[in-house]
């Protein structure tokens, strides 16, 4: 466990403003695409008629389909 701790501490000595600058894009894309959801899906079900499963339906496939192309970007 120690040997996997230190592996870890070395990472951040060695690339600290990487790992930093990783998080931080991770944390405002997600906070975008989270309260854009969150403001407006309601509304969208509401205006397609859309039930819970199918809103989540939509919105994995959205996901998975996001993820899948950014190799490709």
Do not use: C
């Not at 991770?26 to 499963?53: C, K, N, R």
């Not at 998975?64 to 950014?70: G, V």
Request: no cysteine; charged share 10%.
């Amino acid at each position: 466990m120690k040997k996997s701790l230190a592996a870890y501490r070395q990472l951040f000595v060695i690339n600290g403003r990487l790992v930093a600058f990783s998080f931080l894009m991770t944390f405002y894309s997600s906070f975008g695409q989270t309260y854009f959801i969150g403001v407006f899906g309601p509304q969208i079900q509401a205006e397609f008629d859309l039930s819970h499963t199918l809103w989540g339906s939509i919105y994995l496939a959205g996901t998975l389909a996001s993820a899948l192309l950014m190799p490709f970007t």
